[in-house]
């Protein structure tokens, strides 16, 4: 029998879990609600393991937010960086110092933070995750495997122990699709609430995953083997291979289901991510809409299906306030408007014009669909900079009342730097390099802002910085140095490291550099050290002032 006929049949045999060959007896209708209830148990074990961890998560990060709060509070206008106030806030406690440094911003492995895992050379197959991420996703994985077999008599003279761990791990299948949907979600109420990045959501999304696509093959491997088992190898066998009948639906969809899931695992590994983003998301997507499809009726009429009801609304909610995004900031004044500009060193500068502006904040990203470019995908990007500059237009009209002299004076824009890679960064260099000027406008649609970091509660900030990584950086700069300005933060030293290729590469932040070094008191807390990797010369590198120094190399002057 060839592996192709194995996985056909056990996808097969999946509907046949809840099919009774016979009558029941009421011994057997006994234990069947015996064995229902220990399901809704596990359940609500599972339930409350959530609740627990969010809440003990809640209650530490509320913690942090309100003791920055108090430190920022008591260090307004008062001390520097190494006396009074700032000096009694930077001695830290040393349990938690230790807790942190090992445990809970600790790396997998050594030192590195998201050092990728390589099979060779050239074949990545994903990134490490933390220390505390990867306990996190080892108890979860144990805590799955022991509700499958507790409270199951493995040693059942009756082999009912076939039936019970069937039904544990269908359901358990189920129920781990909640969270699946809920943490692939841009819009996962657990990301502000938590304070934790989308990136670890996907991380844990992605290990619930499989481990529901586990639990349905030992669905699947529980129910055939005790089939085979109490009918015997040749009628076991035998109704398995003439299970998959189309105009059965419960046997049809729950064949389609189990197909599905498992394709979804095959082209699920990093490798094949990373190789062919945009042909991988829209086949997981499709293959997820037609596993939950073909599941939702595989269980009609069964209790399970208001578990699956409820990871079906998750995604509803989710997916819809994502078109909510889309309208409220994209559509009113006129439609987002991009100007596409293209850079020294293989990067574009984006300049949005949102229809609808919102308060601009240090560490937010937005999603930018930009239909000329890439169609109808969407991609993150870092926000770099927000200003108010003149409305674009393409024909010059005379104003022809007041608030259209306002309008055509001023507009809200958002900026990004994006370096050209592969794909949909690619084309949009592509087609601004071949543009007249360098530059080209298009309509853009901008799903966001999500995300947003303050660190004006702390005495000294270092910001590090690789390329086009600086678009991060940037706005924390400018924070930092206003909230001094106007003695609205802790912060008494800011230190920017960045670490570029070549000197062409300050043009991609040049204007908004410039205005950040025009900026008052900008002298007292911020210095910038720029280190150039591949000089073309020794004579390009030289230092403006003490406070902005070029070093060729990297290490030097650190």
């Not at 990060?61 to 003791?67: D, I």
């Not at 064949?255 to 699920?268: E, K, M, P, Y």
């Not at 592509?430 to 509660?457: D, I």
């Amino acid at each position: 029998m060839t592996p192709t006929t194995v996985l056909v049949l056990f996808a097969a045999a999946i509907p046949y879990a809840f099919a009774q060959d016979a009558p029941p007896t009421p011994e057997q209708i006994a234990h069947q609600t015996w064995a229902d209830n220990s399901n809704t148990q596990i359940c609500k074990y599972t339930a409350w393991t959530w609740a627990a961890i969010i809440a003990a998560m809640l209650v530490y990060r509320w913690t942090l937010h309100l003791l920055r709060h108090v430190r920022r509070l008591a260090n307004l206008n008062h001390g520097t960086t190494s006396d009074g106030r700032q000096k009694y806030f930077s001695i830290p406690n040393e349990n938690y110092a230790k807790a942190k440094r090992h445990l809970i911003s600790a790396p997998l492995f050594r030192k590195r933070h998201n050092r990728e895992f390589h099979l060779s050379s050239a074949m990545n197959v994903g990134t490490l995750p933390g220390r505390l991420q990867t306990l996190f996703l080892a108890g979860y994985f144990v805590m799955n495997i022991a509700f499958c077999v507790i409270t199951i008599n493995w040693h059942d003279s009756n082999k009912t122990y076939y039936d019970d761990a069937r039904n544990r791990t269908g359901v358990l299948a189920v129920l781990n699709m909640i969270p699946l949907f809920l943490l692939a979600g841009r819009n996962n109420p657990l990301i502000w609430m938590l304070d934790i990045s989308f990136d670890t959501y996907n991380l844990i999304h992605r290990w619930i995953g499989r481990i529901v696509v586990i639990e349905a093959v030992a669905h699947t491997t529980f129910w055939m083997a005790g089939k085979i088992a109490i009918m015997g190898p040749a009628k076991g066998w035998a109704m398995v291979t003439t299970a998959m009948v189309p105009s059965n639906q419960l046997i049809f969809t729950g064949t389609i289901g189990t197909c599905s899931f498992v394709a979804i695992l095959l082209q699920s590994p990093s490798i094949v991510r990373h190789a062919f983003y945009e042909t991988f998301l829209h086949v997981h997507i499709a293959l997820a809409i037609v596993a939950t499809s073909a599941v939702w009726m595989h269980l009609d009429t069964l209790p399970q299906q208001s578990l699956l009801l409820g990871a079906i609304i998750c995604w509803a909610i989710e997916r819809s306030l994502r078109l909510y995004r889309l309208v409220r900031t994209n559509l009113g004044n006129g439609v987002t408007k991009a100007e596409v500009e293209a850079l020294p060193g293989d990067a574009v500068r984006v300049t949005l014009r949102i229809a609808k502006p919102w308060k601009f904040q240090p560490g937010q990203h937005i999603y930018m669909y930009m239909p000329s470019v890439g169609l109808w995908t969407s991609h993150p990007f870092s926000l770099a900079w927000s200003d108010e500059q003149p409305a674009f237009s393409a024909e010059k009209t005379l104003p022809l009342s007041r608030q259209d002299l306002f309008a055509a004076r001023k507009s809200a824009s958002m900026s990004l730097i994006i370096r050209r890679r592969t794909g949909f960064t690619d084309k949009m260099y592509r087609k601004a390099e071949l543009a007249a000027g360098g530059k080209f406008m298009t309509t853009a649609f901008v799903e966001g802002p999500y995300g947003h970091q303050s660190f004006q509660s702390y005495g000294t900030v270092m910001l590090f910085a690789a390329g086009v990584g600086i678009t991060h950086q940037v706005p924390h700069v400018r924070d930092l140095v206003v909230a001094y300005a106007n003695g609205m933060c802790a912060t008494r030293k800011v230190t920017l490291v960045w670490i570029i290729q070549s000197p062409e590469h300050l043009e991609w932040i040049r204007p908004w550099m410039t205005q950040i070094l025009g900026m008052e008191k900008r002298r007292e807390i911020l210095r910038i050290l720029l280190f150039v990797t591949r000089p073309r010369s020794t004579k390009e590198i030289h230092s403006p002032s003490s406070s902005v120094q070029m070093f060729p190399g990297w290490g030097d002057g650190c």
